[in-house]
């Protein structure tokens, strides 16, 4: 042997550049020309988080005329991952080849590295080439609820989070690619996208879950691919809870929506609201929809009057258009009222039903005043005695056909024209929201706090779907 390490030496008398893979040597830049390293076999390998890689790191030292050299110490460095080495130095054997074994660290893909290194002869410190590995995760070994556990919605409608579960191998590593099943369990909903795969972050969500048509408790099992997982299947519950319908009940009581220009109703509009009258034809008028005040400042009001048909005002300022129906609303029962206007005709209805006709009707001023219900905002006069549901504001004229086919019906909130819709579906609180979202949200009695003027939360309501 004509190389002139000594055995077990570790500095090498210069430094190199080290191919990451390849058979031929890559020769030595500067200094001691005879010694090459390279990276024979091992390198780039994809393995199991905290487990020995399949193959062995193999590295092979020749000198610049291709000579293998024998006997040279070659450490190995954990340098990224946390992983280690089976042995932390090696020598090369007769054939210049040195083996060690690597096993990756627990975090599946972190960067995994390795670096062959030498202290040289003259005390630098060398590397002289690097190995690189995928740590992928390992089996699963748990699952649990990521998304959508404890949910409520309307029977036979999709619950607003998908279930989704984690799947995670024994280090917590997010375990990729795995077959999960989902299957209605109790309920008796239905779902899409029942089989599912976990993604690169380990998780599988159902495509959707619709809850089964009666009220109660729905279940949803989630079941992961393999055996010895914990927690394994999951089970998802959800409650059907039918959607509630409550009106406001009215005596000496109103609500009050705060003026906004979007509910100045001028050369068309419509009026629309559900009534239970409990008094109607007692010689008062009772308001049922109103944005009305003194003069000027009075602009629409939606009414019974005293001999129990509907009574539509509107005012320019100074004067009033008043508008009679011919139809007497029955008590104690509910009945929807509507009115109409293009350009100063007029139209009332009554469940759907054309009841009067006017023409040269004033166009409501634009004031101030805000919108009531059940009374006016700035006046303790015209209280109705009953319940009111479902009022509708339009800047639009609603057809005939248009009002006898949705007033029964639940509308989106986003309808052309429609201003404001209120469906008293809360329940309890001092506030009914506008459900049209444009914040127009009224405000039970005098104050949001309990007040005298508090209209009652009700479980009559006409049926709206
Ligand atoms: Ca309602
Ligand atoms: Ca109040």
Not at 91 to 117: E, P
Not at 176 to 202: D, K, M, R, Y
Not at 403 to 425: C, H, N, V
Request: charge should be negative; charged fraction near 10%; include cysteine.
């Amino acid at each position: 042997m004509r190389f002139h390490l000594s055995p077990l030496l570790v500095g090498l008398g210069s430094s190199l550049l080290l191919a990451s893979c390849g058979e031929n040597p890559v020769a030595l830049t500067s200094g001691d020309p005879t010694i090459a390293l390279t990276i024979v076999s091992g390198n780039n390998q994809s393995g199991v988080v905290g487990r020995e890689l399949p193959l062995p790191l193999v590295v092979k030292a020749t000198n610049a005329s291709g000579s293998v050299i024998a006997n040279m110490t070659v450490d190995f460095k954990v340098t990224s991952g946390n992983g280690s080495m089976y042995v932390v130095a090696t020598s090369t054997n007769t054939n210049g080849v040195a083996r060690n074994y690597w096993t990756l660290g627990t975090v599946a893909g972190a960067a995994q590295t390795i670096q062959v290194r030498a202290i040289l002869s003259n005390g630098t410190k060398q590397v002289l080439g690097t190995f690189s590995a995928t740590a992928l995760a390992d089996a699963a070994t748990q699952i649990a609820i990521q998304a959508g556990g404890g949910q409520s919605g309307f029977p036979g409608t999709a619950v607003p989070i998908r279930p989704a579960v984690l799947v995670r191998d024994q280090f917590g590593n997010p375990v990729p690619n795995l077959p999960v099943q989902f299957a209605v369990t109790s309920g008796g909903g239905s779902l899409t996208g029942a089989s599912s795969l976990t993604t690169s972050a380990g998780i599988a969500t159902v495509g959707s879950w619709t809850l089964g048509p009666a009220s109660g408790q729905n279940t949803l099992s989630a079941t992961a691919t393999g055996t010895g997982i914990a927690g394994n299947p999951v089970t998802f519950s959800a409650t059907a809870t039918s959607p509630q319908n409550t009106a406001l009940d009215f005596l000496q009581s109103y609500v009050n929506v705060p003026d906004n220009p979007a509910l100045d109703l001028t050369s068309t509009w419509t009026l629309e609201a559900w009534v239970y009258p409990r008094a109607a034809g007692n010689g008062a008028d009772q308001d049922i929809i109103s944005k009305w005040g003194g003069n000027p400042g009075a602009s629409y009001i939606l009414q019974i009057n005293g001999t129990g048909v509907i009574r539509l005002v509107t005012s320019n300022g100074t004067t009033n258009s008043i508008v009679l129906g011919t139809t007497h609303l029955a008590n104690n029962s509910w009945q929807h009222v509507a009115a109409t206007f293009a350009q100063g005709t007029l139209q009332l209805y009554l469940n759907g039903v054309l009841d009067q006709t006017a023409t040269g009707v004033m166009v409501p001023y634009v004031g101030t005043e805000p919108v009531a219900f059940g009374r006016e905002g700035n006046f303790a006069g015209g209280t109705l005695n009953g319940l009111i549901d479902e009022v509708r504001l339009w800047n639009v004229t609603r057809s005939a056909a248009e009002i006898a086919t949705f007033m029964g019906q639940k509308l989106g909130g986003s309808e052309p024209g429609l201003a404001g819709y209120w469906r008293f579906d809360e329940g309890s609180g001092q506030v009914t929201l506008d459900a049209t979202g444009q914040g127009n949200d009224g405000r039970l009695g005098t104050s949001t706090s309990a007040d005298a003027w508090d209209p009652l939360w009700s479980s009559n309501a006409p049926v709206i779907q």
